[in-house]
């Protein structure tokens, strides 16, 4: 299966402008723990919920552009979801941005990869539905 079938998620991004706030709010509102960062389309990189906290009391309210970091993973639409899902692995990482020409189409958490996978193969999805029996 490839990532770009498991990418149905609404996208959320945020500008580099934009308040760290902002994408906090946004963060809580969908249950993310990172956002693209996109200007005009084109993806910057990534804003986490742990750097959105990292503010302190007095400080002028930082913005996305002085926070975010490049990802050290990313995918596109043709990748393999277990090739994706051993890589998030590796490198301990919980969601990746899936990247289509330099922009954005999606984000995939481990868990919707995981799942994309389990029901693919007939050893996993036979012991989903003993579990769930």
Known sequence: MKTGAV???????????????????????????????????????IVTKASCLRGKPGEPAPKVEQLMTQPTLTAGPEMDAADLYNAMTLYEVVSVPVLHDG???GVLTRRDVLEAISHEDPHLRAGRAHRNS
């Not at 998620?9 to 809580?28: N, S, T, Y």
């Open 7 to 45: 990418t149905a998620k609404p996208l959320v991004a945020v500008e580099p402008r934009d308040f760290a706030r902002h994408a906090e709010g946004l963060m809580d509102d969908f249950g993310f723990t990172m956002v693209p960062v996109v200007d005009q389309g084109v993806f910057l990189g």
């Open 103 to 105: 922009q954005v189409v």
